[in-house]
């Protein structure tokens, strides 16, 4: 009789070792891809970002106003001068700056009234408080000719502002763009703030308060 020979076959394990090897392929590459994907965003973000802050600095620095110079253009008129009733400041739109509306451009007057109260005297260089609802425009080109409603300013263009320091007021309908009246030796701070853009400040100082005395 002839022996019979069996043959053992060794478990082939290859198959399940490359179907391991292709899970943690797949496994890496949905890492990858949800890693890639949160860098994008960050970096889309911190884009945005840069863009916004870049934006709000140009804004800071170009749109704002400079002022050329300030005096007094009315005082009280009664004899020797003793308050100045109206400043007029000389200024330019910064370098770069957008087109600007007048409504757009405020001023702010910080002042002692000789006690213990501080006043503030605010406004828009457009105002709609005036008399029966009528537009005021306190802004004037450099020749003197006024301004009207709806008026802006470019970069580069000089006007004037002209500001009512009168304390008794002159428009019962909106006392708010009066007030610090100015006598001799008053310091008083001045902010002229562009909405949307930047902010200028300055001192005001009255060495003399007739008409056409340099205060800035």
Same mark, same amino acid.
């Given at each position: ?121 605010? $406004?828009?260089?457009?105002?709609? *408080?005036? @008399?029966?609802? !009528?537009?005021?425009? /306190? &802004?004037?080109? +450099? #020749? $003197?000719?006024?301004?009207?409603? *709806?008026? @802006?300013?470019? !970069?580069?263009?000089? /006007? &004037?502002?002209? +500001? #009512? ?7 019962? @309908? ?43």
């Amino acid at each position: 009789m002839n022996a019979s020979k069996t043959q053992y076959k060794k478990n082939d394990d290859g198959a399940s070792i490359g179907i391991g090897a292709m899970i943690v392929f797949i496994a890496l590459i949905l890492v990858a891809a949800v890693a890639s994907t949160i860098i994008i965003k960050t970096a889309e973000e911190l884009q945005q970002r840069a863009e916004a802050t870049g934006d709000d600095t140009r804004d800071e620095i170009s749109g704002k106003l400079q002022i050329v110079m300030a005096y007094v253009s009315i005082d009280d008129n009664a004899g020797p001068a003793t308050a100045a009733d109206e400043v007029t400041l000389i200024v330019q739109m910064a370098a770069g700056s957008d087109s600007t509306l007048l409504t757009d451009i405020r001023w702010l007057i910080v002042c002692n009234d000789g006690t213990q109260n501080v006043d503030i005297n605010t $406004g828009a260089l457009e105002d709609a *408080g005036g @008399a029966a609802g !009528a537009a005021r425009v /306190f &802004a004037e080109e +450099i #020749d $003197g000719t006024a301004m009207t409603s *709806g008026d @802006a300013v470019d !970069a580069g263009q000089t /006007f &004037a502002i002209v +500001i #009512d320091t009168d304390d008794t007021g002159d428009d019962g @309908a909106n006392p708010s763009v009066d007030g610090c009246q100015a006598g001799v030796g008053d310091n008083q701070e001045l902010r002229l703030i562009v909405d949307g853009g930047g902010e200028t400040y300055s001192q005001l100082t009255f060495n003399s308060i007739t008409a056409g005395s340099l205060i800035v």
